[in-house]
């Protein structure tokens, strides 16, 4: 379905509107009463259902809020075909194994599609952390929803280049990881080493960033695909929550309910910055299959230029895109990866720090002993001191 046809569907829609009810539907309001007490134990007042509903079928289903909701809304379409319009957007058409969210007090309206009506399971959310939960959802395009050009895919200019400017070098000259590294000491080897700080890179800030304020981007507003494994569990989310409920609006369901609720949203934050159908424009390659990219090669090396090519983008573009979904630059993200690994085998064999550094590409493995420290927080020998299970 197009965006124009979209239109055309809300036009006929206005005019055309289902009288609530659909055969098969199922739906629970939950008591204003109950949710107002509910609320305020600590596992549930970050985030809570007070509705949910399952619509199969639902030709001429229509609603219309032009205040908006004081709830998010979610709804996730599992067959046939439907559309969204925030505020005084354009309607954005809604496919199978797609969902959309609704931020709370935003202007909206959706519908189904008259030739392939829409089956849809629908939930609102309330409580404290509403916005955390479903924050980036709602007012502009984020990683792989491009509605126009690529922004920066060649320049790497404009304001989200800005923000997601990577501390990788865009050109190929690097060595191999290891090799020579530490020479310049600390940190900064690793730079030289891989090309970091190279002519014409970008070196914005230090190797090992924290995640914890992931790049910014713009919210999504176009609907977010889930793979079949993601909108399978969407789909048991609700089936066992709504059983649930139906068994009585009791505090203790209500706090089960409200942690499907978590995942739910965790599952739909993880699909967005992640999308199964192509970060990267003009391409059907997604950023799991970078990451698979990356774990086959730790006990050799990659150059940012293969990782680009995989992805069959241009390098500013690649890495740019990539920084959005994980918060971390490519070679932050696979040096991680490799420590992550370096880890398992501090664990589970004998090998000495020395081994496990040549293992994994480190010539040095002195400058192997900083990077670990600086990402796990203690050095190798205290690492494997630790207790653990």
């Not at 060649?154 to 050109?171: C, F, M, Y």
Request: glycine residues 10%; aromatic residues 8%; neutral net charge.
């Amino acid at each position: 379905m197009t965006k124009d046809t979209a239109q055309t569907i809300v036009n006929t829609m206005e005019k055309i509107r289902k009288p609530d009810g659909f055969k098969s539907e199922k739906l629970i309001v939950l008591p204003d009463h109950i949710l107002m007490e509910a609320s305020s134990h600590p596992l549930v007042r970050p985030l809570y259902v007070t509705d949910t509903g399952y619509f199969p079928r639902a030709l001429h289903h229509y609603r219309e809020r032009p205040e908006g909701s004081e709830a998010v809304i979610v709804i996730f379409c599992m067959e046939g075909e439907g559309w969204y319009r925030l505020g005084s957007g354009r309607a954005q058409p809604v496919g199978q194994g797609q969902a959309i969210v609704i931020p709370a007090r935003t202007p909206h309206a959706y519908g189904s599609s008259e030739e392939h009506p829409w089956s849809i399971y629908w939930w609102h959310f309330k409580g404290e952390q509403t916005e955390a939960f479903f924050e980036g959802f709602g007012t502009g395009p984020g990683p792989g929803h491009e509605s126009g050009h690529e922004p920066g895919h060649e320049s790497g200019h404009g304001p989200e280049a800005e923000e997601a400017s990577t501390d990788v070098s865009g050109s190929d000259e690097w060595n191999n990881i290891g090799a020579g590294a530490g020479t310049a000491g600390g940190l900064s080897g690793v730079k030289t080493a891989l090309g970091v700080g190279a002519s014409g890179a970008s070196d914005s800030g230090d190797l090992t960033e924290s995640p914890s304020r992931p790049v910014k981007t713009a919210a999504a507003s176009l609907p977010v695909t889930l793979p079949p494994d993601k909108a399978r569990q969407l789909t048991e989310l609700f089936q066992e929550g709504y059983a649930l409920l139906e068994q009585g609006y009791t505090l203790n369901h209500i706090i089960y309910v409200s942690q499907l609720a978590h995942h739910l949203a965790a599952i739909l934050r993880l699909c967005r910055l992640q999308p199964q159908d192509g970060i990267f424009r003009h391409s059907q390659h997604d950023i799991t299959q970078t990451v698979r990219y990356m774990m086959d090669r730790l006990e050799g090396t990659v150059t940012l230029k293969q990782l680009a090519a995989q992805a069959r983008v241009s390098v500013p573009h690649f890495t740019q895109r990539f920084k959005e979904a994980t918060g971390y630059s490519p070679i932050d993200y696979y040096l991680r990866l490799k420590i992550q690994l370096a880890c398992r085998h501090l664990d589970l064999t004998g090998q000495s720090v020395k081994e496990i550094s040549h293992r994994l590409g480190f010539q040095d493995p002195y400058y192997f002993s900083r990077l670990f420290k600086k990402i796990m927080g203690k050095s190798p020998s205290e690492y494997r001191g630790t207790r653990k299970g």
